[in-house]
């Protein structure tokens, strides 16, 4: 897909991984609206992108209501005169052991991590199809291709909108409409702040601007997936299909300093 002109609607757009996003595609000459729950965040990132004399649109709004995705999806519309992509970004993680997870939190996952992206992208359809080279990037997470102990719902719900996302690419396929799915790994972004995991437990994160960099040559390049992790995450993958009792082992391992890394990690 080529960007330049293309009307984009960035859902969790205010900070981390959105805003990266936002940025590389006005960049390649798309126009952009971006939503999120924080105002002033929102209010930041507006006067970040402008300042490169890209005018930006946003929208307070939580997409894991219906309120939330309605004026999102109608403020895009109206500003923008229609939609061309649509990128699911929004999320929100608690980690720690499922026994001690409460059900709001795990209700919180489930609602903006899965029911939201399917949601609104049921809702954006319609525009997307009129588009006529309509695209819907689906961020789901490295933890969705390799379930990690204390990520047990996040997992799920990641790997629940992964899976979304390769079932809508072929119920649209050859109807103008693409579907991509994003697989971050451990990225320096808000969200991960409260997480205390570095790379001795798996946990190198890397800047936000290199997954939108890579997201943006998958949308170039027609791409079905962008996973993030290189070689070392491949080989991972590969094993944990193969032999998925050897990563048993290996978490097995480091569970005990895993968990107390992050048992604080909450951002919903």
């Known amino acids: 897909m080529e960007l330049n002109g293309k009307r984009v609607l960035i859902t969790g757009g205010s900070s981390g991984i959105g805003l990266a996003i936002a940025r590389v595609m006005i960049s390649k000459g798309a126009r952009v609206v971006i939503s999120g729950r924080n105002g002033k965040r929102?209010?930041?990132?507006?006067?970040?992108?402008?300042?490169?004399g890209s005018p930006v649109a946003v929208v307070q709004a939580?997409?894991?209501?219906?309120?939330?995705?309605?004026?999102?999806?109608?403020?895009a519309i109206r500003v923008l005169g229609g939609l061309d992509v649509l990128v699911n970004n929004a999320g929100g993680v608690r980690a720690g052991r499922l026994e001690k997870t409460t059900e709001e939190e795990i209700r919180a996952m489930v609602e903006v991590d899965l029911v939201a992206p399917i949601l609104l992208a049921q809702a954006a359809l319609p525009h997307l199809r009129d588009s006529g080279d309509g695209l819907i990037v689906n961020v789901a997470s490295g933890i969705a291709l390799i379930g990690a102990p204390f990520y047990a719902t996040y997992a799920g719900v990641k790997a629940g909108l992964a899976r979304f996302s390769e079932a809508l690419r072929r119920e649209l396929k050859g109807e103008g409409v693409h579907v991509l799915t994003l697989y971050p790994g451990a990225t320096d972004t808000p969200m991960m702040q409260s997480s205390k995991a570095g790379p001795e437990l798996g946990f190198t994160r890397e800047p936000a601007e290199a997954v939108a960099d890579a997201l943006i040559g998958g949308i170039e390049e027609g791409a079905l997936?962008?996973?993030?992790?290189?070689?070392?995450?491949?080989k991972m993958i590969a094993t944990n299909r193969d032999d998925p009792a050897a990563i048993d082992e290996r978490f097995l391992t480091m569970k005990p300093a895993l968990e107390e890394a992050v048992s604080g990690h909450s951002a919903l």
């Open 62 to 75: 939580d997409v894991a209501t219906a309120e939330g995705r309605a004026r999102s999806l109608e403020k």
């Open 225 to 234: 997936e962008v996973i993030r992790g290189g070689e070392t995450r491949a």
């Open 42 to 52: 929102l209010t930041q990132a507006a006067k970040e992108l402008e300042a490169n």
